[in-house]
């Protein structure tokens, strides 16, 4: 790895850890120090320096103090869901609302139910594993179908620290779907570094979902990591939608560990302002028969910038795999950036792997077509970007949560752009 | 495992069906290349002298030039002094019409299955058939003539047409644009010639069938295609060659020309002799094959579907000049025992508006390799360039390679190019499959393949697509494994 | 209809199944059921002709023919189908071409007229109601791009189509979900009739909640070594595999 300078913002941060935090996670980040451009996986993302300049408190968020009437208004409109809230990234079970059928229960920093492998070290997952407070380990049953989605809710602010570091954990057993939407809502225009992440297994036979909005405030920094086992014959679907925020860090890595697997991704980021959001995905197929699709897409306005970066490792005994990856993008502006890249490595000489990605702009054809049939510039545009961007909510598989989706990207093009 | 073998064997030791060859009294010039040979070729033609000026400064530049070797494909080198540079079946007399060709002659089309009597041909087509050096009769003359149509032999156009050879001999494919093209400049023996007239659209497919017959020729053909404002024309060449154990050369050189508001559609099947399942023998394929949209809205499409050669390098291009001008390239490249491939196609995108479309299609069996080399290049001028590229590779068994180069050069930040590549095999699991379900195995490669090389077939004219579909079957078929 | 007499198949020289003995008469269910590697997919692969399974010793008969002495596009014919862990996908060729080849050479085979575009489209459309099938997804290249539950459901459909005697689903429901899996197990309902038989394959009792089964066999290391009722399901739902395990490997000491 490459040598990282390791400064006062590295010490600020170890500080943070846990007195009964992971031990071993805590010496990843004194051998690796925290990323910077410097950093291959981080090249066009510095969100250490941000930090730096951003965070001037560094210690955990303490929890506020919420009410029921706070986690109604932050609900999704007319979405029917479990709810399991968390308070400045700690889990609450007061405000939760959980349904039956399934095990939420409360873990604290001494005792990770189980870990997965991370291939690269990240440093923020390993201060999120060292240093959180309270976690959640969520256990569906064999067989068990939930009948309603489970929603995640983070309520957020900086609250004497500024570091909000929420963890979970869900183990789903053999037969099971469920489908767990993550939603974080700012209370307030102050600028806080949430770094989470989610380790999610699944046994054979699972249909799981994870959906996640990025819609905060904008000066909030975010990293994020996303880590799951896959075995035989399971469905892992992950989806995110980024719409605002200072600077957004999102590393999914799904191991595809047996044959019939199938692992999905999806993203969609509308950025303006100076928004920064980077994708990083990895997916692993590592037995015979599985399958792997990837659809990235981004509007990009003003000064915002994207990066995509995708990886696909198909090993030696992954015969057969399918695999993947489309990732398209329009830039609005001549400030805006979009740095994509694609990285294949295959070792196994019979499967399908197929990647694209395209950088664009508006068609300005079809945009005087639509004016010239009376429609103003900015609706025009609007119809036009959601003909490009829409068909990644195809994908997703409750009704309601699609509906709201539709719903901000819909206002954020037709306002914003 | 014994099936995959016995497969093997039966395709392996399936026959060339054209590698049979004939003789008969052939006017021959003598080996070797120099500037005298060039002289004796350009008077055995009856040349005008600026065209024999024209072939000696192309010799000139090509002796300073040196063979390209950037290609993915490895063969021994050709001693081009060992070579015939004209090889010519005698004739007693100039025939005036196919009638007074002699019966032998149309004999060798009639066994390759194009019968140059015109009573006897498809409706529809008009056929110019080059043997060896030259050109030994044009169908349909009359009938296309009516239309102001020019199709005929290059000689003939040397010697009737003049002014319209002279304005676009090189003008698309420079004498100096690389070594084979140069050599091609210098000694090229025949080919055809075809000029479309204003606002004309040609009723028929045109079609030329290069047949080399003679051992140790090399074939430097030339086409020139002139489409005027508005014309439209299809354009059809097929290409057979007899079994022999040495290598052969072919390095030919096709312009073609699209004015104002015209288009051109170029369709090639070829089958030369691919060499033995030893990878003895077989055709040096060295073409160059350039386009060029002049015009504002102007369009050339190519397509291809090569099945033959021992070695092939050609990358037929089109350079979008004209606004609004329109570049289509798609192929079909089929490799199989030690067969080797590096084509692709090349759109220079320069004026505004223009589009261009690749869908390259290469299935690679035995021990053979096949490259698509593709670049797409938009400059500076090219305000609002559209390009899609789709370059996709079957592969049928494990001792084959597919390789992919795109190179994507852009000058005009309004550029929209798409680029997608698949890798994909054919195995024993989807003619399991097929078999599962009641279909026979060879039903079943026929299926595979002509499903996978489908959007390109679709472009062919109907005649040819079908002819395609059954050399493309004939050409794998049982290489799967 | 199918009678299987101590079969023995091995791939690349090590032996997979190990004596199989089963009789299957027309208008039954079977259901095969066994541990991961026990040889449930083997056996599904070697009675449909697969290549790289070498049948050592044993003979099986279907319908008073040797089952074994048939090419695998003939066993088709004679009213074999298997519908596959792992659907195949062909690029360029639609469900739709591809049926329709199928359709008209087992037609041929036995001795019918091959049916015309019309015939055949009007056969397709009473056919797809049975798995709720969607003609977009025929008209698309074969299991390409399907998801899991289409390229299963497709199998379902395409056995719909090939009116077998014999139906042999190798792990059609693994991978599904609980309403993908209620569509394919209607389907198969359906066609079931007092003159043609099924072999369940399968690793997940629940699909025997919906497919309910006149006979189960527990494969373990390449013999039947418990045969049973839908109850034995039950108990090996409950109790996992290991004291079956335990009883064979005793057995065999």
Redesign the interface.
């Known amino acids: 790895m490459t040598t990282i300078t390791k400064d006062n913002i590295t010490d600020s941060l170890l500080a943070t850890v846990h007195p009964n935090g992971n031990s071993e996670a805590a010496q990843v980040i004194r051998e690796n120090g925290f990323p910077t451009t410097k950093h291959e996986e981080y090249k066009f993302t510095n969100i250490t320096k941000r930090i730096e300049s951003k965070i001037q408190s560094f210690q955990q968020a303490k929890p506020l103090g919420l009410t029921q009437q706070d986690v109604s208004k932050a609900m999704i409109k007319d979405l029917d869901a479990d709810v399991v809230v968390f308070n400045n990234g700690q889990f609450s079970a007061e405000l939760s609302s959980l349904g039956e059928g399934y095990a939420v229960t409360n873990v604290t920093n001494s005792e990770a139910p189980f870990s997965i492998k991370d291939l690269y070290d990240d440093s923020y997952l390993a201060l999120n594993k060292a240093s959180f407070e309270k976690g959640v380990f969520i256990q569906v049953p064999k067989?068990k179908?939930l009948d309603k989605p489970v929603l995640l809710l983070n309520l957020v602010k900086a609250n004497d620290g500024q570091l909000i570091t929420p963890k979970l954990w869900i183990d789903c057993a053999?037969?099971t779907?469920a489908v767990f939407i993550e939603q974080t809502v700012s209370q307030d225009e102050q600028a806080y570094l949430l770094n989470g992440s989610v380790e999610i297994k699944t046994a054979?036979?699972s249909?799981i979902h994870y959906y996640r909005v990025q819609n905060q405030n904008n000066e909030a920094l975010e990293v994020n990591n996303l880590l799951t086992d896959i075995h035989?014959?399971?469905?892992f679907t992950s989806f995110v939608l980024s719409l605002e925020g200072d600077m957004i860090r999102n590393n999914v890595t799904l191991n595809l560990l047996d044959?019939?697997c199938?692992g999905n991704m999806y993203g969609l980021y509308l950025l303006g302002g100076k928004t920064h959001v980077d994708n990083h995905t990895n997916v692993d197929h590592t037995k015979p028969?599985s399958?792997s699709n990837e659809l990235y897409k981004g509007v990009l306005a003003d000064t915002s910038r994207g990066v995509f970066n995708g990886k696909i490792f198909v090993r030696e005994d992954a015969q057969?795999t399918?695999a993947f990856q489309q990732n398209n993008n329009i830039l609005l502006s001549?400030e805006a950036t979009i740095n994509t890249k694609p990285q294949l490595e295959i070792w196994a000489?019979?499967?399908?792997?197929?990647?694209?990605c395209?950088t664009?702009?508006l068609d300005e054809e079809a945009l005087f077509y639509l004016q010239a049939r009376g429609i103003d510039k900015k609706q025009g545009k609007a119809l036009l970007l959601y003909a490009f961007a829409g068909d990644v909510l195809e994908h997703l598989k409750i009704e309601a949560f699609k509906e709201y989706c539709i719903d901000l990207v819909q206002k954020k093009l037709g306002t914003n752009f | 495992m014994s099936k995959d073998n016995q497969i093997l064997e039966e395709f392996t030791s399936k026959e060339y069906e054209h590698g049979w060859s004939v003789n008969y009294e052939a006017d021959e010039a003598p080996i070797g290349l120099n500037e005298e040979i060039i002289r004796w070729i350009s008077a055995k033609k009856e040349e005008p002298q600026w065209l024999l000026d024209w072939r000696l400064k192309a010799f000139r530049a090509w002796e300073k030039m040196t063979e390209p070797e950037w290609a993915n494909v490895h063969y021994p080198k050709i001693d081009l002094q060992k070579l015939r540079y004209y090889s010519a079946p005698k004739q007693s007399k100039k025939p005036k019409n196919l009638d007074e060709v002699d019966p032998e002659l149309l004999q060798i089309y009639e066994r390759l299955g194009i019968s140059l009597n015109e009573q006897k041909r498809l409706q529809g087509i008009a056929v110019d058939a080059v043997l060896d050096s030259v050109s030994v009769g044009t169908t349909f003359k009359e009938t296309l003539g009516k239309l102001g149509i020019i199709f005929c032999s290059f000689s003939e156009a040397v010697h009737n047409h003049p002014e319209l050879v002279k304005k676009y001999l090189g003008s698309v494919v420079p004498m100096t644009d690389n070594y084979y093209a140069a050599l091609n400049s210098a000694v090229f023996s025949d080919g055809s010639f075809c000029y479309i007239p204003k606002g004309v659209r040609c009723p028929m497919e045109l079609s030329t069938y290069f047949r080399i017959n003679a051992a140790n020729t090399g074939q430097f053909e030339r086409t020139l295609i002139v489409a005027d404002e508005g014309s439209y024309c299809s354009y059809l060449e097929g290409c057979t060659a007899p079994q022999r154990d040495e290598n052969q050369l072919h390095a030919a050189v096709v312009e073609i020309f699209a004015a104002k508001d015209a288009e051109v559609k170029y369709s090639t099947v070829q089958n030369w002799f691919p060499g033995d399942k030893e990878g003895k023998g077989g055709i040096f394929n060295f073409v160059t094959k350039r386009g060029i949209c002049f015009g504002d809205n102007s369009k050339i499409s190519w397509t291809q579907v090569e099945t033959g050669s021992a070695v092939t390098w050609k990358y037929p291009s089109c350079i979008l000049k004209g606004d609004n001008s329109i570049g289509e390239f798609y192929s079909v490249a089929v490799t199989n025992n030690y067969q080797q491939a590096d084509t692709g196609t090349k759109m220079i995108h320069i004026g505004k508006n223009t589009k261009s479309r690749i869908v390259s299609k290469g299935i690679s069996a035995g021990k053979s390799q096949n490259s698509y080399r593709g670049q797409v290049q938009v400059m500076k001028r090219a305000h609002n360039a559209r390009n899609f590229s789709q370059c996709d590779s079957l592969l049928m068994g494990s001792k084959c390679g597919a390789h992919t180069f795109p190179y994507i050069d852009i000058q005009n930040s309004t550029a929209k190019v798409e680029h997608e590549a698949t890798t994909s095999k054919i195995g024993e699991d989807q003619l399991f499959y097929c078999n599962q379900r009641g279909i026979a195995t060879e039903d079943a490669v026929a299926l595979i393949v002509n499903g996978y090389a489908k959007e390109v077939l679709n472009q062919l004219p109907m005649e040819f697509a079908v002819e395609a579909q059954k050399l493309l079957a004939l050409t794998l078929e049982g290489s799967v494994g | 209809m199918l009678s299987i007499k101590n079969l023995h198949a091995s791939v690349e020289g090590t032996p997979i199944l190990k004596g199989i003995n089963l009789e299957v008469k027309a208008g039954e269910v079977h259901a095969i059921m066994g541990p991961n590697g026990s040889g449930k997919s083997t056996l599904a692969s070697v009675l449909a002709g697969r290549e790289e399974y070498e049948v050592t010793e044993g003979e099986v008969s279907f319908k008073s023919k040797d089952l074994l002495d048939l090419s695998p596009e003939d066993r088709a014919r004679e009213g074999v189908f298997l519908a596959f862990q792992y659907p195949v996908e062909i690029p360029g060729v639609s469900s739709t071409n591809f049926l329709r080849t199928a359709v008209n050479q087992v037609r041929e085979y036995r001795g019918l007229e091959p049916l015309d575009a019309v015939k055949f489209l009007s056969l397709m459309k009473e056919k797809m109601k049975l798995v709720e099938i969607d003609q977009k997804l025929l008209s698309r290249s074969l299991n390409e791009g399907f998801s899991g539950g289409e390229k299963k459901r497709n199998e379902i459909f395409q056995m719909a189509m090939l009116e077998p005697t014999l139906s042999i689903l190798d792990e059609t429901d693994s991978g599904l979900d609980i309403d993908a899996l209620r569509i394919v197990s209607n389907g198969v309902n359906q066609l079931k009739s007092d003159n043609n038989a099924t072999i369940v394959v399968t690793h997940y009792q629940r699909l025997l909640d919906y497919i309910v089964p006149d006979f189960v066999h527990v494969l373990y290391n390449g013999k039947i070594v418990k045969s049973g009722t839908k109850e034995l399901a039950m108990e090996l739902e409950e109790k996992g595999y290991d004291w079956i395990k335990e009883e064979a490997d005793k057995a065999t000491v």
């Open positions: 067989n179908v053999e037969n779907e054979s036979n249909h035989r014959d399971s469905t044959s019939g199938e028969h399958e057969k399918n001549d000489d019979d499967v399908k792997c197929s990647h694209g395209t664009g702009q």
